[in-house]
C-alpha cells in the first residue's frame, strides 16, 4: 500500500515563497502524482499532475508560472515549489498518487491520498 505524506505547509505573506513535500513510500514512476488543494467551502481542485504516461508535469491555468512540480527519486520525494503566493492560494494541500496511466488532474482517478497540509497566505 502506498503511503503518502505531505509537510512544508504554514503561513506565508503575499508574494511569498514556499515549498511543500511529498514523502511517498514505495514510489516508483509507475506512478502519477498529483498535487491537490482544498479551500474552505469550495471542491478539492487539482494544482498540478506528473504523469506517469509522458513524463511531463501539468498544472492548472492559475498556477502556471508561479508552481513547479518536481522529483527527487532517491529520496522519494515530490516537491510543489510555490512562489508569488497570493491570498487566493490558501488551502490544504494534498498529494496524491495512481498506477493509472494518466495526465490528468482529476481527482477521481487517484487512489492514494496523503493526510494535507494548511498553507495559509495573509499580511
Known amino acids: 500500500q502506498l503511503q503518502l505524506v505531505e509537510s512544508g505547509g504554514g503561513l506565508v505573506l503575499p508574494g511569498g515563497s514556499l515549498t511543500l513535500s511529498c514523502s511517498v513510500s514505495g514510489f516508483t514512476s509507475d506512478y502519477a502524482i498529483g498535487w491537490f488543494r482544498q479551500a474552505p467551502g469550495k471542491e478539492r481542485e487539482g494544482v498540478s499532475c506528473?504523469?506517469?504516461?509522458?513524463?511531463?508535469?501539468y498544472y492548472e491555468d492559475s498556477v502556471k508560472g508561479r508552481f513547479t512540480t518536481s522529483r527527487d527519486n532517491a529520496k522519494d520525494i515530490v516537491y510543489l515549489q510555490m512562489n508569488s503566493l497570493k491570498p487566493e492560494d490558501t488551502a490544504v494541500y494534498y498529494c496524491?498518487?495512481?498506477?493509472?496511466?494518466?495526465?490528468?488532474?482529476?481527482?477521481?482517478?487517484?487512489?492514494?491520498w496523503g493526510q494535507g497540509t494548511q498553507v495559509t497566505v495573509s499580511s
Open positions: 506528473l504523469s506517469n504516461t509522458d513524463g511531463r508535469t
Open positions: 496524491a498518487a495512481t498506477k493509472r496511466n494518466i495526465a490528468t488532474m482529476n481527482r477521481n482517478l487517484y487512489d492514494y
